[in-house]
């Protein structure tokens, strides 16, 4: 019954650990599932109550017993055996590689951008989608975008160029170019930390700004561990220099 009334709606992600159910523009990661058979147990009743409304024994009988089966499923025993048979499922079962699979398309509020075409596709069922941009794409220029693009490079064009560049790469969720950018200040004030955090508001959840934890050489192995998964299907992760006293881990930051 689950199933079939929440078909092709959510999916147990057995890599993340997680459930993945989708929403209007994207998917969205849950922990649990739990209330969405309490949601079946209420539309079951409700579809009891308006089966067995004819005032008679047998159906104040039927009646009966599907309010105690009603009140007896809602207890969080039932709900979490529900739960745990639905996690072993074959077929709601996927992991983190099925979604933003497609490395030239961009999920944006209001529609799928084809970065090799700048096309935009409406939302469909079939999409497949964990991460969303924070803004709506637009062709028109921004004077204090260009004009903020000057200042942090110093007036220099080729510098500007080389920056657009780059934030046009992070666009994408495949890697062509095998660099990490340093970016360098000698003083503060220089725009790094402004210019990064619009950056991050306009790509959204593609965008991570990430512990150098991770990226150092620390015995602390868990929480590097869990700072890579957070990475899984980002395209622009912006992190701090390292400390001196914990150099830059190369085979983990490549």
């Known amino acids: ?23 209007e523009t994207k998917w969205d990661l849950i922990d649990s599932v739990q209330h969405l058979f309490e949601e079946l147990i209420n539309y079951l009743w409700e579809k009891a109550i308006s089966k067995y409304s004819e005032d008679t024994v047998t159906e104040k009988d039927h009646l009966e017993a599907w309010g105690k089966f009603a009140t007896k499923a809602k207890q969080g025993a039932f709900l979490g055996y529900g739960e745990r048979m639905l996690k072993k499922d074959p077929e709601v079962r996927k992991t983190m590689a099925d ?12 529609g799928v951008v084809d970065l090799t075409t700048g096309k935009i596709k409406r939302h469909k069922d079939g999409d497949m989608h964990l991460k969303i941009t924070g803004t709506v794409p637009n062709s028109k220029k921004s004077k204090l975008w260009e ?12 510098w500007e160029k080389y920056f657009q560049r780059r934030v046009g790469y992070s666009l ?26 619009i950056l991050g508001r306009a790509l959204g959840t593609y965008a991570i700004s990430a512990n150098p934890i991770i990226f ?39």
């Open 172 to 197: 994408y969720g495949k890697q062509y170019d095998q660099v990490a950018v340093f970016h360098l200040g000698e003083h503060g004030s220089n725009g790094k930390t402004t210019i990064f955090e």
């Open 147 to 158: 004009e903020t693009l000057k200042k942090i490079s110093c007036g220099r064009p080729d």
């Open 99 to 110: 979604y933003d699979a497609n490395p030239l398309l961009l999920n944006t509020p209001v």
């Open 1 to 23: 019954l689950f199933k079939d009334r929440y078909e092709g709606e959510g999916y147990y992600l057995r890599d993340k650990g997680m459930f993945a159910v989708r929403g």
């Open 216 to 254: 150092q050489r620390t015995k602390n192995a868990g929480e590097i561990q869990s700072g890579v998964t957070a990475l899984e299907g980002t395209r622009l992760v912006v992190t701090s220099e390292p400390s001196k006293d914990h150099p830059l881990d190369l085979p983990t930051f490549k």
